[in-house]
């Protein structure tokens, strides 16, 4: 069996950091209970390396960041995911006297500070983002003058307004499905400045699968979490070029029924996926 190994796939370097951060305040307060609010990253393997060493996930759909907060002992230390916060619930943190690891991203943090930049100066944001993800939540907790959208439907439903306008995203989206809403958005409102701020781990992983011949790659692999956002995103961009694509969690994932039908797969990664995944993936086509 043929076997491509897309690159680039696999950790950015804000992940990297996130980590980085994490296992460093484990060394740092081995006295303390160490609480983490959300998943780190979206990596189910990585959050529990991290409960393995003692940290107390918590992480509730049904509960917002601050209801999560509300369940931390005082004085104790509180990592942030590196999807961002909401600064209300960083500010709670403070008033409890909690040890605070901010893993978020330098990119969200990127968009966080332009947002507030357009904030300052009384325009309207409009943030293309998906319902409910961590990243969203919290950037779109910033203002009152924030409007999300998430699909063309959201857009027919913004009202008109006096204000500027500014438009940006979350940073893990489709390029193409971005490009559609923004698209639609500057033909209701022309005169409205767009900051597409899709990452450029996000954008390069997603150009490299656009790269692909489908006459060459019969089947993509995404290696990848299921709530991670930009992996699941690689998986749809495979399929608008006419690649089959599937997202596994691990080489235990794959049908070997199925594979037998193809005779050349490529291998990709989200973000969030440790190399051990994506190489034990790798090892087994090869070895097929």
């Known amino acids: 069996m043929k076997v491509i190994r ?33 998943k780190i990253v979206h990596n189910d393997k990585i959050v529990q390396e991290f409960r393995d060493l003692g940290v107390i996930l918590l992480d509730d759909s049904k509960k917002t960041r601050m209801d999560l907060l509300n369940e931390v002992e005082a004085n104790q230390v509180v990592i942030f995911s590196a999807h961002g916060t909401d600064p209300k619930v960083i500010e709670e943190a403070k008033n409890k006297n909690l040890i605070i690891i901010d893993t978020k991203c330098e990119w969200v943090l990127k968009t966080e500070d332009l947002i507030n930049e357009f904030l300052s100066k009384n325009w309207k944001i409009i943030f293309i983002g998906k319902q409910n993800h961590p990243e969203t939540i919290a950037l779109t907790s910033l203002s009152k003058k924030i409007s999300l959208v998430t699909c063309d439907e959201d857009i027919d439903n ?12 979350q940073t893990t ?14 033909s209701k409102f022309p005169e409205a400045v767009f900051k597409n701020d899709l990452c450029d781990a996000t954008l390069e992983r997603q150009e490299a699968v656009l790269r692909l011949n489908p006459n060459d790659v019969e089947l993509l692999f995404v290696v990848g979490d299921k709530s991670s956002n930009n992996s699941n995103k690689l998986v749809e961009i495979a399929k608008t070029i006419g690649i089959d694509a599937i997202l596994i969690q691990s080489k235990e994932d794959i049908n070997k029924d199925i594979l037998k039908k193809y005779k050349s797969v490529a291998v990709t990664a989200g973000a969030s996926t440790p190399s051990i995944l994506q190489l034990s993936v790798i090892k087994f086509l090869e070895e097929f």
Do not use: H, W
């Open 173 to 186: 989206l489709s390029k193409i499905d971005t490009k559609k809403l923004y698209d639609k958005i500057k």
């Open 158 to 169: 913004l009202p008109t307004t006096s204000l500027k306008i500014m438009v940006t995203n």
């Open 6 to 38: 897309v690159t680039p796939r696999g950790f950015c370097l804000g992940v990297v950091k996130s980590i980085k951060l994490a296992k460093q305040a484990i060394k740092d307060y081995p006295e303390n209970k160490i609480y983490m609010i959300g």
